[in-house]
């Protein structure tokens, strides 16, 4: 059995936030390369179907999501950065059999399981988002996780339906103590459209201190630099802050203190990401779902609109290298 790592981090720890389509181990290896490991505790896969690590033929396709290049596992360690797996789902017998299954073939330090993804199509099927509104099945999920684990199980979740219900719902879950509990201050039908409610954030810390329940809390929404977190962190009563969309406005997040990084740095670090992607997914992923990237490293310098314009047009990690050779780069 594996440490229960989240109750050993540093206060307050910072977790990378799991997002479909970003954070694969190519985005992963590229922040750890450039994030300071004292501002950079958790990182997490993207989210990956329970079904479909069930599913004999469909196994192949969805564990991609779960892939973990060697570069990363090397920045993981050196830098004592804990992975955690996100899978997803409806079933307690099938998160019972997938996790067994990440266990024989992986080597993760968590696994979480995502409560709070809004999408309909994902909602339908009685898994994310619509476990809030039915907190039996959700504990029987995270007891069917946590025995088949053997490493600690978490809970990314968010306030309620259409309406904060946290503390109802907060409160079934810590009946079952999971490890952490990562609570993005939005209902589901919020979506991402109002600001993240951090007094519901709090509240959710107030309900766990006052069970004295094990369970350490993770504030997510919103938090648009470490000074935000660690301020967040502290108003909030919560022992960790994670990150989504702030990675995207500036890869360089995870740092003491923010920097102006220079031309050549953002677009070396946009060549790094081009390279390991295209070398690690080949024909498997897209070309396309780097292109939005593109955007993330070009920008903050004289002509960034122009040259991101003409890194929109390639087609391939070639034609990405010839407009930067073109560049001097
Ligand atoms: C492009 C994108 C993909 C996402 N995919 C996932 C996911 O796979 N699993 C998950 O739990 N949340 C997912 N999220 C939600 C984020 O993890 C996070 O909860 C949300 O963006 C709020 O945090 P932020 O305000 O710091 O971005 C995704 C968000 C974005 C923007």
Redesign the pocket.
Known sequence: MKPNFWPLLPRPHLSL??????TDTVFREVVLAVSDPACLHVVFT??TSTDGLCHPEGRAKVAQRLRVNDGERALLRRAGVKLVA?IWGANPEKYRRAVQWIREEHDFDGIDV?M??PVRDVIKTGSCAALIGDPARAREIVLAAREAADCPVSV?TRTGISRHATEAWIGALLDVAPAAIIL?GRTQKAQ?RLP?DWDEIARAARLRDARGAPTVMVG????ASMADARARAAAAGVEGV?????ILADPWFFNPAPREVPRAERLALLWRHCELYTGTWGEARRFQVLRKFFKIYCNGFPGAAELRARLMQAEDAPQVRAILDAEGL
């Open positions: 936030a799991p997002m479909e389509d970003v993207e989210f996100q995502n709070g993804c990314k993005h991402a993240a997510n929404g919103d938090v994670m990150v989504g969309r702030g």
